[in-house]
């Protein structure tokens, strides 16, 4: 029990005539940690494990159909070309989405972090904050109001030029690109700021005052020391967009085929649950595997 | 370069905001097809009032919610405590551990949580929801609260239980007073995380029992009317102030020692 230890005073024995009968230590961190991770193991782990079993069955186990473990539903993206293009279609949403924030997000960051100041700077940071913890759904749902054909967008156009045709570009793979874009945003500009604050203003003004051009302050100076918001940014905007569904279903329409709907049809349409958490977990795997290369920058990330 | 900065942050708002307020204005267009010219009109707000699907949906988000907030932020609070002021062994990997509900896709672990509900026989409905959202929130909650820890110094609660106090008693009348506004913070964020939730909700829902942005995201499949954008208007307002009174209790980013 030498490892299980309070740091605090507790360690040094019963003190005072208060502290009567005192528990070791290691009994009370069990029986604070336990619920939260009995719950997790409930809720996420156990759930993930059966899926991967699941993953191996030749069918849903729900009829009379005799289960039989077999590796096809991992041979999907070669027994079926079609998902290969759809795997790719997935990527590229995901590779443009985060391409859009970064460069987006990241001055946005420097913007912030150079032209306001205190209050204003504080309630900017907010502001742009705030999209963000409301509900993804209904974003997505209102560029519906804006991208469709007589929507906003054309609407604003006629106002200008009315004998323009239609701009609205509803259903398509830009309409998703954007929605997600809006979507994940706000959080680039979080982790750039946060990088960017640390950076001494002395610097900057050390190179300006050298004869450094913007650019050269902009390529030389914040993109590198910014470095790590930028890739945890990414990172974390990548993974939940290749990962997305509901933003290809409502603004892509037919065009609108990812890996997320594809998993979400085999659970709510085709009921091929074994295919399904085969994908899921191919996904995942992709997942892992990213997580895995930048963990080294993500942990700095989040020690700030 | 100030004005100029100050320009391209006023055009990011606008890219932020100017889909949600077309939204919200076109919940008050009497139009059923959103068609402009803008026509000023109640209807459909009083046409949701008697929707007792959508009404109904709302209701149940709201409990799910706040069962959530409460359960969740009673459970990661006691972790906090053991995460923050405590050292033994494995206890990096259990912060770690943390990371998947947060990290890995919603739409990976809902179908995760939708496969082991069925085979083990919890099944789906309200059950399974508070399961799944409580899972989500948990983390949160340990993140609010175990920055609510380093803003408050350990030695306190020591010199309270070497003057004679319990641990019990000392982490209650010295510890909790002091992280009363985090656990505040965390219980709002829990019940935004909740509200907010559609992946997993969308798996683990029955026809019987939906949530909110299930039964939105129904409408918007099957067709809809300027009803959802005025029910839609009222859940943004709705986590829109519940994350700026958190913002005022839990001032993210503040870590001033409260000394």
Same mark, same amino acid.
């Given at each position: 029990m030498q490892n299980d230890r309070l740091t605090s005073?507790?360690?040094?024995?019963?003190?005072?005539?208060?502290?009567?009968?005192?528990?070791?230590?290691?009994?009370?961190?069990?029986?604070?940690?336990?619920?939260?991770?009995?719950?997790?193991?409930?809720?996420?782990?156990?759930?993930?494990?059966?899926?991967?079993?699941?993953?191996?069955?030749?069918?849903?186990?729900?009829?009379?159909?005799?289960?039989?473990?077999t590796l096809k539903q991992y041979r999907a993206f070669i027994d079926q070309p079609y998902l290969v293009g759809i795997g790719i279609n997935s990527l590229l949403i995901g590779f443009w989405t985060t391409l859009f924030c970064a460069v987006l997000g990241f001055l946005a960051a420097v913007a912030l972090v150079q032209s306001t100041l205190g209050k204003t700077r504080e309630i900017l940071l907010i502001l742009i904050l705030l999209p963000f913890w409301t509900n993804g759904l209904v974003r997505v749902f209102s560029w519906t109001m804006v991208l469709r054909e007589n929507g906003f967008l054309d609407n604003l156009l006629h106002m200008i030029a009315p004998d323009a045709g239609s701009i609205g570009f509803l259903y398509t793979r830009y309409a998703i690109v954007v929605g997600l874009v809006h979507g994940y945003l706000p959080y680039m500009i979080l982790t750039c700021y946060i990088a960017l604050v640390a950076i001494d203003d002395a610097i900057i003004e050390a190179a300006s005052s050298l004869g450094a051009r913007w650019w050269t302050i902009l390529f030389k100076i914040l993109v590198p020391l910014a470095a790590p918001g930028l890739i945890s940014g990414s990172v974390l905007i990548f993974i939940p967009v290749i990962g997305s569904f509901m933003e290809p279903r409502i603004l892509g329409g037919r065009v609108g085929v990812t890996m997320g709907t594809v998993i979400e049809d085999q659970f709510t349409q085709a009921f091929n649950w074994p295919l399904g958490a085969s994908l899921s977990f191919t996904l995942l795997a992709v997942v892992l595997a990213i997580f895995a290369t930048f963990s080294g920058v993500l942990r700095r990330g989040t020690a700030v | 370069?100030?004005?100029?900065?100050? +320009?391209?942050?006023?055009?990011?708002?606008? =890219?932020?905001?100017? *889909? +949600?307020?077309?939204?919200?204005?076109?919940? =008050?267009?009497?139009? *059923?097809l959103y068609e402009l010219p803008f026509s000023f009109s109640l209807q459909w707000y009083e046409a949701l009032w008697s929707n007792t699907v959508l009404l109904t949906a709302g209701l149940n988000s709201i409990v799910i919610a706040a069962i959530t907030a409460v359960l969740a932020t009673a459970l990661g609070t006691m972790a906090s405590v053991a995460l923050s002021r405590r050292t033994f062994r494995g206890r990096s990997f259990l912060q770690l551990m943390l990371l998947p509900p947060i990290a890995i896709p919603w739409l990976i672990t809902g179908t995760a949580m939708l496969i082991f509900f069925y085979w083990s026989g919890i099944g789906r409905g309200m059950h399974a929801l508070l399961i799944g959202h409580v899972a989500l929130a948990i983390p949160y909650v340990v993140l609010v609260v175990g920055t609510g820890f380093r803003t408050i110094r350990a030695d306190l609660e020591e010199a309270a239980m070497s003057l004679g106090s319990t641990?019990?008693?000392?982490?209650?009348?010295?510890?909790?007073?002091?992280?009363?506004p985090s656990i505040l913070g965390a219980a709002l964020f829990a019940f935004a995380v909740s509200l907010d939730q559609f992946v997993i909700s969308y798996f683990l829902a029955t026809p019987g029992y939906t949530t909110l942005p299930v039964q939105i995201y129904s409408s918007i499949r099957k067709g809809f009317t300027p009803e959802i954008n005025a029910i839609s208007t009222v859940l943004l307002l709705g986590s829109m102030t519940v994350i700026l009174i958190f913002a005022r209790f839990a001032k993210p980013g503040d870590t001033r020692d409260k000394r």
């Open positions: 005073a507790s360690e040094r024995g019963p003190l005072g005539p208060r502290s009567r009968r005192v528990l070791p230590s290691w009994v009370s961190t069990m029986v604070l940690l336990l619920p939260t991770y009995g719950w997790l193991t409930l809720a996420v782990f156990l759930p993930l494990l059966t899926m991967f079993v699941f993953s191996f069955m030749s069918a849903t186990p729900m009829g009379k159909a005799p289960i039989v473990f | 370069m100030k004005p100029l900065g100050r +320009i391209y942050l006023v055009a990011i708002l606008i =890219f932020l905001y100017t *889909p +949600i307020l077309v939204m919200m204005a076109m919940g =008050f267009n009497a139009s *059923p641990p019990v008693h000392a982490f209650f009348s010295v510890t909790l007073p002091l992280l009363y």
